[in-house]
């Protein structure tokens, strides 16, 4: 489902906002050669690991700010006034993580599966560097030579932990200073992208005993500051 507004030069601000609501069901994202358990494909079906984000919305807008643009004061309505500000604001939902068990061998195949652990309980999300979901709502699969079921297989589905979303502010300030009216004028340009230095938790740790399991392992970086300016002649 799509849906989106959009309006132009209502008092110098011209906005667009869009949701999209989205959920994709798979098996695979690519080709059936990525099967988890070869001998089952629908041991891989559930919500896509690479496509199904749910919720996305973004605002974008440009404003053409008032002061001084009508200012008798040709220095002060040249310089001072005439700037604009633009942006882009994104929040996006997380798309499901693919929690895989990586102990021993419980499953006797010598390879060309993947395996994942059993699910035992709700995943609750701490959402903290070192575990953003429940580690306690896994346990280790149990071999069919020991009495487990599912020949080895975990029960836990390939969508039964969801990752971080995304919310993100990116804040442009320009404007165009005239020397002279249709000749030679100077260009300016302030940019800032993730503008209020919000961390953004990416690339979590969802191989089960590897000892960072859980833990996040990176983010979308800091705030970044450019400044430009250029003379047109």
């Known amino acids: 489902m799509q ?4 309006f132009e030069n209502k008092h110098g ?26 001998f089952n494909p629908r041991y891989d079906r559930g919500s896509d690991t690479s496509f199904d984000r749910r919720h996305i919305f973004n605002a974008s807008y440009v404003y053409n700010l008032p002061f001084l643009l009508h200012s008798d004061n040709g220095f002060a309505r040249n310089v001072v006034g005439g700037w604009t500000i633009s942006g882009i604001t994104t929040a996006e ?3 499901p993580l693919y ?21 035992v309980a709700s995943v609750s999300y701490p959402k903290t560097v070192s575990a ?3 580690k306690s709502s896994y346990a ?55 503008t209020f230095n919000h ?4 690339n979590i740790d969802t191989n089960s005993h590897d000892g ?12 970044t500051l450019e400044l430009a300016g250029k003379f047109v002649f």
């Open 132 to 134: 953003w979901f429940s």
């Open 140 to 194: 280790d699969p149990v071999a069919p030579w020991a009495g487990g079921p599912n020949q080895g297989f975990g029960d836990a589905g390939k969508d039964s932990a969801l990752g971080p979303g995304i919310f993100n502010w990116n804040l442009s300030l320009f404007k165009t200073i005239r020397i002279t009216e249709n000749g030679p004028h100077i260009d300016l340009r302030f940019e800032s992208f993730n």
């Open 93 to 95: 939902s997380g798309v």
């Open 199 to 202: 961390t953004i938790f990416q």
């Open 13 to 38: 601000l011209t906005s667009q906002f869009s949701y999209t609501w989205g959920h994709n069901i798979s098996i695979v994202s690519n080709d059936l050669n990525g099967l988890s358990d070869p």
């Open 212 to 223: 960072n399991f859980g833990a996040v392992t990176g983010d979308y970086g800091p705030r």
């Open 99 to 119: 929690v895989t068990y990586t102990g021993p061998d419980v499953v006797g195949l010598g390879g060309g599966f993947t395996n994942r652990p059993n699910k």
């Open 3 to 6: 849906a989106g507004i959009r």
